[in-house]
């Protein structure tokens, strides 16, 4: 059984290899579900790793619809990716009513070339998963990347397992909540891969800070937060 851990960081990364990770998803910021790391985690993260690296192609949290600018943004980053020379990407594009953006998605399969295409966690989002699935083995991804729609794969096993036997062209990639107590119930399923954080909390100050740096009011899935022209429009006519 192949083992996926998805790192987010180098030392993550460097962490996940020496534990016996087979292949590591490399991306920022875990509690956002993840967007692309910096130039430097990937050149660094390239040189330093043995074992096979896909990289997270999401240019921000919130939903999985893209305006033309972030797409431009993704399709950098797949080019920057393969110049590197990474073995994968893990991407997608849905529609505003969670419909598969088949053209989008393909246009990011084909840049990616000889690069493994994994669909990511988007697929958890989409109304109907069985035509989804035959979607994304049309356009040609490798894996898909799936919680089963459910909040863990554990509970959405039953959907998983579905999927796979469905599945002729592309690898059913359980993902969500795996850890060491329930794992072995995927491999008793026959899945031929898994994919998990591994993620523990290293704490690094003694106490915690008068005033937090993270803010909940940003983090959300159905908006994301933009600077509004106006607002600095008029914030720079009061004060200019």
Request: charged fraction near 25%; hydrophobic fraction near 40%; charge should be neutral.
């Amino acid at each position: 059984m192949l083992i996926e851990v998805c790192a987010n960081s180098l030392e993550s990364a460097l962490n996940a290899q020496n534990g016996g990770a087979d292949r590591i998803e490399l991306c920022s910021e875990l509690g956002i579900g993840g967007i692309t790391p910096s130039y430097a985690v990937l050149k660094l993260t390239k040189e330093k790793l043995i074992i096979p690296s896909h990289v997270l192609i999401r240019p921000r949290s919130g939903d999985f619809t893209y305006s033309d600018l972030e797409f431009e943004i993704m399709k950098m980053n797949i080019s920057l990716c393969k110049k590197l020379g990474f073995n994968g990407v893990v991407s997608g594009v849905l529609h505003q009513d969670n419909t598969l953006d088949y053209e989008r998605t393909l246009i990011l399969k084909e840049l990616a070339g000889t690069m493994k295409f994994t669909f990511h966690r988007a697929f958890d989002w989409v109304k109907e998963p069985f035509r989804v699935l035959a979607q994304l083995e049309e356009i040609g991804v490798d894996y898909i990347l799936t919680s089963g729609q459910k909040k863990s794969a554990l509970e959405g096993i039953n959907l998983l397992s579905e999927l796979k036997q469905k599945a002729s062209l592309c690898v059913i990639l359980p993902g969500g909540g795996i850890n060491e107590t329930n794992a072995r119930e995927f491999k008793k399923k026959g899945f031929k891969a898994i994919h998990l954080s591994g993620t523990s909390f290293v704490k690094t100050l003694e106490g915690k800070p008068v005033i937090s740096m993270n803010s909940h009011s940003f983090i959300n899935d159905d908006k994301i937060a933009l600077t509004n022209e106006v607002t600095v429009a008029k914030i720079c006519d009061l004060v200019k």
